[in-house]
């Protein structure tokens, strides 16, 4: 006789979640508010209730087991249903008809949202500001109908159209010797600390981090930023240098601060994205109106 199927706890499913993308309990725990043991303890149980070795642990490292890694994949799609269903169902008893579009920080949406509002002046629209470690979940999860996203990002699940490339900057101290180039490569860059992107993948790194560096070499790690805002005041202090879109740069213009761009990296990438299963029709519209603007001037 088969064993009956047991009752997940979306918590403890978002516990494995954080540890298995961090690899690592004390960083998961502190990400999720909790501490340590009581984290441990609640994985425990999940496997325990799963009859399933999710992790293979060790004094320096935690590793998923080829069942934790499907497990992975599986509880993420299980926690963007869950949320989704949640924001569905709120938004409904709201009486909630806006179309809520993302964007990432310096990503161009004015011209969109005007073209989509000249032909639905009837669907109100509102804002979301998206990060880069949870670009796509929010739009997963029913938090954001579309966003104008910065790949890499977890992109099962959703709709991506390309829209416009974009070249990365180096943010440096005023004082520091490449603050005046026009452009500056990494290898003059090579001792300097490089801040990092806080919760970022090893994906989202590689691209908008430069790390690795194309000849295979790390940077140096700096501090771990979470909003331009902290960055500026890392940079500014002299803690070390950071790299963003070129976009983002512009928006902070601060006399303490010198905005270089990057010879030698390719650039990165901005694209429209939504969740691919059965998207509202005010989402299609808004895609479609994307999808035009771009076909005529190569951006929304």
Not at 31 to 50: G, W, Y
Not at 129 to 148: H, I, K, M, N, P
Not at 270 to 287: G, H, K, Y
Request: glycine residues 6%; aromatic residues 8%.
């Amino acid at each position: 006789m088969a064993d009956r199927p047991i009752d997940l706890d979306l918590r403890r499913l978002r516990y494995f979640v954080a540890v298995a993308e961090r690899r690592h309990f004390g960083r998961a725990a502190v990400a999720l508010h909790v501490t340590q043991p009581a984290l441990s303890r609640q994985v425990r149980q999940l496997e325990h209730d799963l009859r399933v070795e999710l992790f293979t642990r060790s004094t320096r490292e935690v590793t998923l087991t080829p069942a934790g890694e499907q497990f992975l994949h599986d509880a993420r799609q299980l926690l963007a249903a869950a949320e989704a269903a949640q924001e569905r169902a709120r938004r409904i008893s709201a009486g909630h008809d806006a179309l809520v579009v993302g964007f990432m920080l310096g990503t161009d949406v004015g011209p969109a949202l005007n073209a989509f509002s000249a032909r639905h002046p009837d669907v109100p629209i509102e804002l979301v500001r998206l990060r880069w470690w949870s670009q796509a979940r929010v739009l997963l999860d029913g938090g954001v109908d579309v966003g104008f996203v910065r790949p890499p990002l977890e992109a099962e699940g959703l709709e991506l159209l390309p829209l416009y490339s974009e070249h990365l900057t180096a943010v440096l101290p005023i004082d520091h010797p490449r603050a005046h180039d026009a452009k500056v490569c990494l290898a003059a860059l090579a001792d300097d600390p490089v801040l990092e992107y806080a919760d970022a993948t090893q994906a989202w790194t590689a691209v908008w981090n430069a790390d690795p560096r194309p000849d295979g070499t790390r940077p140096r790690r700096g501090p771990a930023f979470h909003d331009m805002e902290e960055l500026l005041g890392y940079v500014g202090g002299g803690r070390g240098v950071a790299f963003v879109p070129h976009s983002a740069a512009t928006a902070f213009p601060r006399s303490d601060i010198a905005y270089v761009p990057v010879a030698d990296v390719a650039p990165g990438h901005v694209a429209l994205a939504w969740n691919a299963s059965r998207p509202a029709q005010r989402v299609v519209s808004f895609v479609e109106t994307v999808r035009a603007a771009t076909r005529t001037s190569g951006t929304p």
